[in-house]
Antibody, heavy 122, light 107 residues
Framework: QVQLQESGPGLVKPSQTLSLTCTVS??????????WSWLRQPAGKGLEWIGR???????DHNPSLRSRVTISMETSKNQFSLNLNSVTAADTAIYYC??????????????WGQGTLVTVSS | DIQMTQSPSSLSASVGGRVTITCRAS??????LNWYQHKPGKAPELLIY???SLQSGVPSRFSGSGSGTVFTLTISSLQPEDFATYYC?????????FGQGTKLEIK
């Protein structure tokens, strides 16, 4: 059974870098054709896709976040990470890590972490 | 980017009732459409993938249909545990995008 758990600071100051780690258990993050993703949900709003890293290490992200996003893998620890720099209050949200796996040839987000609240405030 | 629009944004229904949620894409996404259920304080759960396929373990009272730009999620015989927020999501291209959500409340 695949399980994902987010970890990282719950409070980040404006203009600094938000750093989160997702620890995966039950499967190797470097196996299969799978994407390891980050999403977020600001209070009272819907889900926003931040970006993802493929099991081979290639990553892509939402252009709306410009070049503030870096997503990377650390296969030795079976973890992947999110760095979001130059944060503002608009980045305050619940952050989810998730797995986007292939089901019958198409991709869907089939496993999610519980989410972690990150507040941007001085 | 592909915009996803859900309607209604909220609705109330009774246990045992039937509801339908509509999701529209700003361009054709074939059948690359997934539905998720989200309860407060919990992780979202995949209900339906490729527009109409039920994820393993999801009750058969959930069903999905559609292709191209218009999709629907129907829940028949509503159970107390079904009251939640539902999101559609396109997996046709990146950036992935979600509808704004439909909050289903008990009448």
């Amino acid at each position: 059974q695949v399980q994902l758990q987010e970890s990282g600071p719950g409070l980040v100051k404006p203009s600094q870098t938000l750093s989160l780690t997702c620890t995966v258990s039950g499967v190797s993050i470097s196996s299969g054709s799978v994407y390891w993703s980050w999403l977020r949900q600001p209070a009272g709003k819907g889900l926003e896709w931040i970006g993802r890293v493929h099991s081979t290490g290639n990553s892509d992200h939402n252009p709306s976040l410009r070049s503030r996003v870096t997503i990377s893998m650390e296969t030795s620890k079976n973890q992947f990470s999110l760095n979001l720099n130059s944060v503002t209050a608009a980045d305050t949200a619940i952050y989810y890590c998730a797995r986007e796996g292939m089901i019958v040839g198409l991709y869907a987000i089939d496993n999610w972490g519980q989410g972690t609240l990150v507040t941007v405030s001085s | 980017d592909i915009q996803m629009t859900q309607s209604p944004s909220s609705l109330s229904a009774s246990v045992g009732g039937r509801v339908t949620i509509t999701c529209r894409a700003s361009q054709s996404i074939s059948r690359y459409l997934n539905w998720y259920q989200h309860k407060p304080g919990k992780a979202p759960e995949l209900l339906i993938y490729t527009a109409s396929s039920l994820q393993s373990g999801v009750p058969s009272r959930f069903s999905g249909s559609g292709s191209g730009t218009v999709f629907t999620l129907t829940i028949s015989s509503l159970q107390p545990e079904d009251f939640a927020t539902y999101y559609c999501q396109q997996s046709y291209t990146t950036p992935r995008s979600f509808g704004q959500g439909t909050k289903l409340e008990i009448k």
